[in-house]
T-cell receptor, first 114, second 116 residues
Framework: EAQVTQNPRYLITVTGKKLTVTCSQN?????MSWYRQDPGLGLRQIYY???????DKGDVPEGYKVSRKEKRNFPLILESPSPNQTSLYFC?????????????FGPGTRLLVL | GENVEQHPSTLSVQEGDSAVIKCTYS??????FPWYKQELGKRPQLIID?????GEKKDQRIAVTLNKTAKHFSLHITETQPEDSDVYFC???????????????FGKGTHLIIQP
């Protein structure tokens, strides 16, 4: 089944404790992206990747890191999480390098930083 | 970067009536405009998209129109049904002359409520 998976789905952590949210897709998509969703603010892009080893900042990259060592995986790293990073996070992927094709979203990861 | 404004934030219509959600964008290089629907707590899913080389696209009860001159695009849902009640997001993606795209910028969303 073609899908985007994220892990963990729910996470409660404390300020400053490094964490990684994994994202994997099995559709051989070139483009992958991370978004955060906050009430009243919609979906805001954190980072995106056009292909392996090619990543770029989105609208809200501060406090986040990403890597794209393999085509299928695009982990989101919070080196030192803070309470303002409490949010619902979505990973997405699409065919084509420009992100201008249908984006398929993962199920989301709810993060609470205390 | 791109800025997308979406209105209204909440829209309540009677079942069977039409609903229209409007978005404006700022970057004239934007040429791809998708619409996503999201159930509460679930992932967004694409319902329709349009590219800048067309002015309108229809898919059954859903249509999207694009006015590049005015930099606005709209989602039209006809004969609304209770299952249309969800949050709808518009988005825009610019493609620059070098061939690089800059990802999707989303509007803040419209909560569509279909009154029975």
């Amino acid at each position: 089944e073609a899908q985007v998976t994220q892990n963990p789905r729910y996470l409660i952590t404390v300020t400053g404790k490094k964490l990684t949210v994994t994202c994997s897709q099995n559709m051989n998509h070139e483009y992958m992206s991370w978004y955060r969703q906050d009430p009243g603010l919609g979906l805001r892009q954190i980072y995106y990747s056009m292909n392996v080893e090619v990543t770029d900042k989105g609208d809200v990259p501060e406090g986040y890191k990403v890597s794209r060592k393999e085509k299928r995986n695009f982990p989101l790293i919070l080196e030192s999480p803070s309470p303002n990073q409490t949010s619902l996070y979505f990973c997405a992927s699409s065919l084509g390098s420009g992100g201008q094709e249908t984006q398929y979203f993962g199920p989301g990861t709810r993060l609470l930083v205390l | 970067g791109e800025n997308v404004e979406q209105h209204p934030s909440t829209l309540s219509v009677q079942e069977g009536d039409s609903a229209v959600i409007k978005c404006t964008y700022s970057d004239s290089a934007s040429n791809y405009f998708p619409w996503y629907k999201q159930e509460l707590g679930k992932r967004p899913q694409l319902i329709i998209d349009i590219r800048s080389n067309v002015g309108e696209k229809k898919d059954q009860r859903i249509a999207v129109t694009l006015n590049k001159t005015a930099k606005h695009f709209s989602l039209h849902i006809t004969e609304t049904q209770p299952e249309d009640s969800d949050v709808y997001f518009c988005a825009a993606s610019p493609m620059y002359s070098g061939g690089g795209a800059d990802g999707l910028t989303f509007g803040k969303g419209t909560h569509l409520i279909i009154q029975p």
